[in-house]
Nanobody
Framework: QVQFVESGGGLVQPGGSLRLSCAAS????????MGWYRQAPGKKRELVAS???????NYADSVKGRFTISRADAGKTVILQMNSLKPEDTAVYYC????????WGQGTQVTVSS
């Protein structure tokens, strides 16, 4: 079983920045890939960014050039730096393994509004 605790969300104006952090814990030996996901009201959860072996990164087209994913703490922490935020980035953000496990944290709310 794996647990994820997300933090760092909040209310920010368009064009602003936020830094999300996720701590993973539980019964696992090695995490090869993790991802950040988000779910906006009335929409399906989607992959925002993933990081593989701490090096290879992939981003949804909608966030390319604005978001940066990274890992720390021997791979048990994953960071999402979000810059130039737009109202359409408003969602609850979650982290999980990539591909996802069955375990989801509470997520952290990101609201982009003036």
């Amino acid at each position: 079983q794996v647990q994820f605790v997300e933090s760092g969300g909040g209310l920010v104006q368009p064009g602003g920045s936020l830094r999300l952090s996720c701590a993973a814990s539980g019964s696992f030996t090695t995490i090869t890939a993790m991802g950040w996901y988000r779910q906006a009201p009335g929409k399906k959860r989607e992959l925002v960014a993933s990081i593989h072996l701490g090096v290879v990164t992939n981003y949804a087209d909608s966030v390319k050039g604005r978001f940066t994913i990274s890992r720390a703490d021997a791979g048990k922490t994953v960071i999402l730096q979000m810059n130039s935020l737009k109202p359409e980035d408003t969602a609850v953000y979650y982290c999980n393994l990539y591909p996802t496990s069955d375990y989801w944290g509470q997520g952290t709310q990101v609201t982009v509004s003036s």
